[in-house]
C-alpha cells in the first residue's frame, strides 16, 4: 500500500502538508497525465496507476477514464505493456461482477458494469480494437483481451455478437486462440466461443468452417479424451453449441466423418466399469451423448436425422451405446441419458431397430435388452426419469417399425406353443393390470403405440384373451379395460391411460368399434362421464376423453350394431347432453396444461409423477381428429335432416376443404423453401466475401514472404563480405553478430509469415469448399421451390375445377327442385292429392285416386 502511495504521488507531484486528494480527484489527475504527457513512460505510469484504481474508484475511472484509454490503444499499439494496462482497466471497469473494493462506494449501481458496456460499444470500433489486441502474441495483451471480450459479452451478448460478425477475420482471429501453446490462452479463449456462438446460427456456421471441429478434437486427444479434465468438458460444451438447432453445420459434422472420430470415445474399458467413473468423466459422458442427440433430434430434419442414423450404426457408435446400455457400474444419470440417446438413433430406421432388437443383456441366461428395460419400466422401485427413458426407448423402437410392433402383438395372442421365456406382451399386461397407476400408464402407452398405423394389429389385439380370478371363461382384453375403466377405484392416471389407449385402438378400426359398442354400459358410461358436472381440472380431462372416445364411436362406426348405430348415438348426445355442452367438453382436452406440454416433442418432460398424464402420439390423433368429430356431429344435429344420409355438397365441400389444406400446406412448405434460398444466398455472398478477403490477405502474405526471403539473402551475403573483407578482428566479430541476428530475426520473420501463409490458404480452402456446397444446395433448393410451386399451381387448378363441378352441381339440384315443384302443380291440378314434403326427395308421394309418383316422377295407372 505503500508502495502505491508513493507511486501516485510520484505520477500525481507532490501534495500539500494535510491534504490527501479524493478518489475522482486522483483519477482526473490521472487521466490528464495520460492524455497530456508526452513521454510514453508517463503515460505508462499513469495507466498502471489508474489500472490500480479501477476496481475501487470503478465509476470515476470508467466515466473520465474510458476515452482516454481507448486513444492510448489506438495511438500506443506498439507498446505491449501500456496496451495490457488499458485493457485491465476496462475489463474491471466492464465487469459484470461486484469487487470487494468497491463494496462501502455508494455510487457503484448492480449493473455498473454493464451500463460501461454499453458505452464502450457505442462506436463498434473499439470491438475492433480489442479484437486487433488478439493478433498481439505478448501474453498480457492477448489474455486481456480475451478477458475483456468475456466480459462485454456477457453484459452485452447480442450487441457483441452482431460486431464481431460484421467485423473483417473477427472470428478467424478468435479461432486462431484455440492453436495458441499457453493453456490459459487456449481455456480461456474456449469459454469465450462458448459465449460468443450461444444463440447465433450465423456465427456457429463461420466457427465451423473455420475448422473448430478439428481443432476441438484435437484439444480433447492432448487432454486425455474421456477421461481428461474440464477443459474436455468445455470442448465438448462448445461442440454441443455449433450443432444444437444448426442444420447446416449438422451436415457439416456428418459429412466431415467427425461421428467417425466420436464412436471411440464410447468405449469404456472394462476396468473402469469395476470401479467407477469419475464425477469428471460423468460430465464428459454426458456432454458427448447431448451431442448424438444434438444429431438425431426428432426436431431435426430427416434428411440429417437419417444420413446420421446410418453413419452412427456403421461407425460402431450405436454398438457402443448398447455396451454402455448393457454395462455394469454404470451411475443412473448416464444410464438414463444412454437410453434416449439410443432412443433417438434408433427412432424410425428399421435396421438401426432390428440391430437394437438382437441386442442381449449380460444375464444367465441372456435376454433381450428389450425385455430387461421392459421389466425396469413396469417396476415402480425405479427410478422415475429411468422408466420415462425406457418408455422413450420403446416408443421409438416401434416408431414406423411395423415387423417390431406385429410381432409385439403376437406375444398377446393365444397359442398353442409352450412358451417358456418371458415375453413383452406379459409384462405390459401384468403392468396394465396392476396396483401401481404409474405402471398402467407406461403400459397403456406402450401398447398403444404398437397400433400405431396398423390397423391389421388393432383387430388382432381383439382376439387377446385374459384368463381372471373366479371366471372359468377367458374374458377379451377390450372388455377388461372396458371393466378397469368403469370402476371407481380406478386411479385418475389409470383413466387416463385407458382412455388413450381406447382412443388410439378404436380410431379407424370399425371392428373394434363394433366390439366397444356390444359392451354392456360402455355406451351408457361414456354419457354419463361427459353429462357430469364436476368441477376439477382432473375431471375435465376425462370428461374431455370421454367425449374424444364417443366421438371416434361415431365418426368410425358402421352402424351394424343395433340401438348404437351413427344416429342413434347423435340423437343420445343431443337429448342428453347437446351439442354445445360436447362441443366444449371435447375441447377441455387440449385446453389442458399436460396437452401443450406433451405435444412439443415425443419424449416427455415432467417434473414429478403427477405430470405423467397425456401422450404425444395421443395429442397427434386428437388433434387430426377434433375437427373431423365436431363436424360430423353438428351436421346430424340439424334437426329435419335424415341423418343416415349426407348431400353431395356436403361430401363436394368436404373435398374442396381437404384441397385447400393441401394447398396450405404447400404454400407453407414453399415458403420455408423460398426463405431458405435467402438465406443460403445470404451465407452463400458472406463465404464469397470472406473468400476474396482471405485470397487478398494470402496474397499479401506471398508478397511479404519474397521480401523476407530477399532480406534474408542480403543479411546472408553481407555476412559473407565482412567476414572476407573487414581489416579488424574486432569489427569483423561484432558485424558478424550484427548480421547473425539480423538472420535469425528475418529467418524467425520468415517462419511465422509462411505460417500465417498456410494457415490463410487452408481457411481459403475451406472457404471455397463451403461456398460450392452452398451453390450446389442453392441449386437444390431452386429446383425443389420450382417444383412446389408447380405442385401448388396444380392443386389450385384442381381446386378452381372442384368449385366449377360443384356450383354446376348445385345447379343441376335447383333446376331438379323446380321441376319438382312443377310435377307436384301439375298432380295437385289433376285433382291428386300431394303431402307437403318437400324436404325429402326419395319418399313416395300418395296419391288420393290410388297414384302413386315413382323415383323417374311417371305416372302409374
Known amino acids: 500500500m505503500n508502495f502505491l502511495k508513493s507511486g501516485l504521488q510520484t505520477v500525481l507531484g507532490s501534495q500539500e502538508p494535510g491534504t490527501l486528494?479524493?478518489?475522482?480527484?486522483?483519477?482526473?489527475?490521472?487521466?490528464?497525465?495520460?492524455?497530456?504527457?508526452?513521454?510514453?513512460?508517463?503515460?505508462?505510469?499513469?495507466?498502471?496507476?489508474?489500472?490500480?484504481?479501477?476496481?475501487?474508484?470503478?465509476?470515476?475511472?470508467?466515466?473520465?477514464?474510458?476515452?482516454?484509454?481507448?486513444?492510448?490503444?489506438?495511438?500506443?499499439?506498439?507498446?505491449?505493456?501500456?496496451?495490457?494496462?488499458?485493457?485491465?482497466?476496462l475489463c474491471h471497469?466492464?465487469?459484470?461482477?461486484?469487487?470487494?473494493?468497491?463494496?462501502?462506494?455508494?455510487?457503484?449501481?448492480?449493473?455498473?458494469?454493464?451500463?460501461?458496456?454499453?458505452?464502450?460499444?457505442?462506436?463498434?470500433?473499439?470491438?475492433?480494437?480489442?479484437?486487433?489486441?488478439?493478433?498481439?502474441?505478448?501474453?498480457?495483451?492477448?489474455?486481456?483481451?480475451?478477458?475483456?471480450?468475456?466480459?462485454?459479452?456477457?453484459?452485452?451478448?447480442?450487441?457483441?455478437?452482431?460486431?464481431?460478425?460484421?467485423?473483417?477475420?473477427?472470428?478467424?482471429?478468435?479461432?486462431?486462440?484455440?492453436?495458441?501453446?499457453?493453456?490459459?490462452?487456449?481455456?480461456?479463449?474456449?469459454?469465450?466461443?462458448?459465449?460468443?456462438?450461444?444463440?447465433?446460427?450465423?456465427?456457429?456456421?463461420?466457427?465451423?468452417?473455420?475448422?473448430?471441429?478439428?481443432?476441438?478434437?484435437?484439444?480433447?486427444?492432448?487432454?486425455?479424451?474421456?477421461?481428461?479434465?474440464?477443459?474436455?468438458?468445455?470442448?465438448?460444451?462448445?461442440?454441443?453449441?455449433?450443432?444444437?438447432?444448426?442444420?447446416?453445420n449438422q451436415q457439416f459434422f456428418k459429412e466431415g466423418s467427425y461421428i467417425q472420430r466420436l464412436a471411440p470415445m464410447f468405449v469404456i474399458p472394462p476396468e473402469q466399469e469395476e470401479v467407477g467413473m469419475t464425477p469428471q468423466k460423468v460430465s464428459n459422458l454426458l456432454c458427448m451423448l447431448q451431442i448424438v442427440r444434438s444429431l438425431v433430434?426428432?426436431?431435426?430434419?430427416?434428411?440429417?436425422?437419417?444420413?446420421?442414423?446410418?453413419?452412427?450404426?456403421?461407425?460402431?457408435?450405436?454398438?457402443?451405446?448398447?455396451?454402455?446400455?448393457?454395462?455394469?457400474?454404470?451411475?443412473?444419470?448416464?444410464?438414463?441419458?444412454?437410453?434416449?440417446?439410443?432412443?433417438?438413433?434408433?427412432?424410425?430406421?428399421?435396421?438401426?431397430?432390428?440391430?437394437?432388437?438382437?441386442?442381449?443383456?449380460?444375464?444367465?441366461?441372456?435376454?433381450?435388452?428389450?425385455?430387461?428395460?421392459?421389466?425396469?419400466?413396469?417396476?415402480?422401485?425405479?427410478p422415475l426419469p429411468l422408466r420415462t427413458a425406457v418408455l422413450y426407448c420403446f416408443q421409438s423402437f416401434l416408431y414406423k417399425n411395423e415387423p417390431g410392433q406385429n410381432a409385439l402383438i403376437q406375444t398377446l395372442l393365444p397359442t398353442t406353443a409352450q412358451v417358456s421365456s418371458?415375453?413383452?406382451?406379459?409384462?405390459?399386461?401384468?403392468?396394465?393390470?396392476?396396483?401401481?397407476?404409474?405402471?398402467?400408464?407406461?403400459?397403456?402407452?406402450?401398447?398403444?403405440h404398437a397400433l400405431l398405423e396398423n390397423p391389421t394389429q388393432k383387430e388382432q389385439l381383439l382376439r387377446v384373451l385374459l384368463a381372471t380370478l373366479g371366471v372359468n371363461t377367458p374374458?377379451?382384453?377390450?372388455?377388461?379395460?372396458?371393466?378397469?375403466?368403469?370402476?371407481?377405484?380406478?386411479?385418475?392416471?389409470?383413466?387416463?391411460?385407458?382412455?388413450?389407449?381406447?382412443?388410439?385402438?378404436?380410431?379407424?378400426?370399425?371392428?373394434?368399434?363394433?366390439?366397444?359398442?356390444?359392451?354392456?354400459?360402455?355406451?351408457?358410461?361414456?354419457?354419463?362421464?361427459?353429462?357430469?358436472?364436476?368441477?376439477?381440472?382432473?375431471?375435465?380431462?376425462?370428461?374431455?376423453?370421454?367425449?374424444?372416445?364417443?366421438?371416434?364411436?361415431?365418426?368410425?362406426?358402421?352402424?351394424?350394431?343395433p340401438g348404437s348405430k351413427r344416429e342413434d348415438l347423435c340423437q343420445l348426445l343431443i337429448k342428453r347432453i347437446g351439442l354445445e355442452t360436447f362441443g366444449t367438453k371435447l375441447g377441455e382436452v387440449s385446453k389442458h396444461e399436460s396437452y401443450s406440454r406433451s405435444a412439443k416433442h415425443p419424449q416427455i418432460t415432467i417434473h414429478s409423477s403427477s405430470d405423467l398424464l397425456l401422450d404425444y402420439e395421443f395429442c397427434k390423433l386428437f388433434k387430426a381428429l377434433e375437427s373431423i368429430i365436431t363436424k360430423t356431429v353438428n351436421g346430424y344435429g340439424n334437426g329435419t335432416e335424415n341423418i343416415t344420409e349426407l348431400t353431395l355438397s356436403q361430401e363436394a365441400s368436404g373435398l374442396v376443404g381437404q384441397y385447400k389444406d393441401i394447398i396450405r400446406d404447400q404454400d407453407s412448405r414453399l415458403q420455408q423453401l423460398q426463405e431458405r434460398l435467402k438465406q443460403m444466398e445470404i451465407e452463400s455472398t458472406q463465404l464469397k466475401a470472406q473468400l476474396d478477403q482471405a485470397q487478398n490477405t494470402n496474397?499479401?502474405?506471398?508478397?511479404?514472404?519474397?521480401?523476407?526471403?530477399?532480406?534474408?539473402?542480403?543479411?546472408?551475403?553481407?555476412?559473407?563480405?565482412?567476414?572476407?573483407?573487414?581489416?579488424?578482428?574486432?569489427?569483423?566479430?561484432?558485424?558478424?553478430?550484427t548480421s547473425h541476428q539480423q538472420m535469425e530475426a528475418l529467418e524467425a520473420q520468415l517462419a511465422a509469415v509462411t505460417l500465417q501463409n498456410q494457415e490463410h490458404q487452408s481457411r481459403a480452402g475451406y472457404y471455397e469448399t463451403e461456398n460450392q456446397r452452398l451453390r450446389n444446395e442453392l441449386e437444390i433448393l431452386k429446383q425443389r421451390t420450382n417444383e412446389a410451386e408447380t405442385s401448388a399451381q396444380?392443386?389450385?387448378?384442381?381446386?378452381?375445377?372442384?368449385?366449377?363441378?360443384?356450383?354446376?352441381?348445385?345447379?343441376?339440384?335447383?333446376?331438379q327442385e323446380n321441376k319438382i315443384r312443377m310435377y307436384r302443380k301439375q298432380l295437385k291440378s289433376l285433382g291428386c292429392k300431394v303431402d307437403d314434403d318437400s324436404d325429402d326427395e326419395d319418399e313416395d308421394i300418395q296419391l288420393q285416386n290410388g297414384l302413386t309418383v315413382d323415383g323417374n316422377i311417371g305416372l302409374q295407372q
Not at 171 to 186: F, G, P, T
Not at 422 to 443: A, K, M, V
Not at 509 to 524: D, P, R, W, Y
Request: proline share 3%; net charge negative.
Open 93 to 248: 471497469v466492464t465487469s459484470p461482477e461486484q469487487f470487494d473494493e468497491e463494496a462501502d462506494n455508494p455510487a457503484i449501481t448492480v449493473n455498473i458494469g454493464e451500463q460501461f458496456t454499453e458505452m464502450f460499444i457505442k462506436t463498434s470500433d473499439n470491438v475492433g480494437l480489442v479484437l486487433n489486441c488478439l493478433e498481439e502474441y505478448d501474453f498480457r495483451v492477448r489474455w486481456s483481451s480475451i478477458k475483456l471480450l468475456t466480459s462485454l459479452l456477457a453484459n452485452r451478448p447480442k450487441e457483441i455478437q452482431e460486431i464481431v460478425l460484421v467485423s473483417p477475420m473477427g472470428v478467424s482471429k478468435l479461432m486462431d486462440l484455440l492453436i495458441d501453446s499457453r493453456e490459459v490462452i487456449r481455456n480461456d479463449a474456449l469459454l469465450l466461443l462458448f459465449k460468443l456462438t450461444k444463440g447465433n446460427a450465423n456465427i456457429q456456421k463461420i466457427v465451423a468452417f473455420e475448422n473448430a471441429f478439428d481443432r476441438l478434437f484435437d484439444v480433447i486427444k492432448e487432454e486425455g479424451c474421456t477421461d481428461g479434465g474440464i477443459i474436455v468438458e468445455d470442448c465438448l460444451l462448445l461442440m454441443l453449441n455449433l450443432l444444437k438447432n444448426n442444420p447446416s
Open 699 to 737: 496474397s499479401q502474405l506471398s508478397d511479404q514472404n519474397i521480401l523476407l526471403k530477399a532480406q534474408l539473402q542480403a543479411a546472408s551475403d553481407l555476412q559473407k563480405t565482412q567476414q572476407h573483407q573487414s581489416p579488424f578482428h574486432l569489427l569483423s566479430t561484432q558485424g558478424e553478430n
Open 475 to 561: 374374458v377379451p382384453l377390450l372388455q377388461q379395460c372396458t371393466q378397469l375403466l368403469q370402476q371407481a377405484s380406478s386411479k385418475f392416471q389409470s383413466k387416463v391411460a385407458l382412455l388413450m389407449l381406447l382412443s388410439i385402438w378404436l380410431s379407424h378400426c370399425q371392428m373394434a368399434v363394433k366390439t366397444f359398442l356390444s359392451l354392456s354400459g360402455s355406451v351408457a358410461y361414456l354419457i354419463a362421464q361427459i353429462s357430469a358436472n364436476e368441477h376439477d381440472d382432473n375431471e375435465y380431462l376425462i370428461q374431455g376423453l370421454c367425449a374424444f372416445l364417443m366421438g371416434i364411436c361415431i365418426q368410425f362406426n358402421d352402424s351394424s350394431v
Open 297 to 382: 433430434s426428432p426436431i431435426n430434419s430427416q434428411h440429417v436425422i437419417s444420413s446420421c442414423q446410418k453413419a452412427m450404426r456403421s461407425s460402431g457408435l450405436l454398438e457402443g451405446l448398447c455396451n454402455i446400455l448393457m454395462g455394469s457400474g454404470i451411475s443412473p444419470d448416464i444410464l438414463t441419458e444412454t437410453i434416449s440417446t439410443v432412443a433417438e438413433v434408433i427412432r424410425g430406421d428399421i435396421n438401426n431397430q432390428e440391430y437394437f432388437n438382437s441386442v442381449l443383456a449380460p444375464s444367465n441366461p441372456p435376454r433381450p435388452a428389450l425385455i430387461v428395460l421392459l421389466m425396469s419400466m413396469v417396476n415402480e422401485k425405479q
Open 422 to 448: 418371458l415375453t413383452s406382451g406379459q409384462l405390459l399386461l401384468g403392468g396394465l393390470f396392476s396396483t401401481d397407476p404409474l405402471s398402467n400408464w407406461f403400459s397403456a402407452v406402450t401398447l398403444s
Open 21 to 89: 486528494p479524493s478518489g475522482a480527484e486522483t483519477v482526473e489527475r490521472l487521466v490528464e497525465r495520460v492524455s497530456s504527457s508526452t513521454l510514453l513512460e508517463d503515460r505508462r505510469d499513469a495507466c498502471r496507476a489508474l489500472k490500480a484504481l479501477s476496481k475501487k474508484f470503478r465509476v470515476e475511472v470508467g466515466a473520465q477514464g474510458m476515452p482516454v484509454l481507448l486513444q492510448v490503444m489506438e495511438m500506443d499499439r506498439a507498446d505491449a505493456e501500456i496496451i495490457g494496462y488499458c485493457l485491465d482497466t
Open 794 to 815: 396444380e392443386s389450385k387448378t384442381d381446386l378452381e375445377n372442384l368449385r366449377k363441378d360443384q356450383e354446376d352441381l348445385m345447379e343441376l339440384m335447383t333446376d
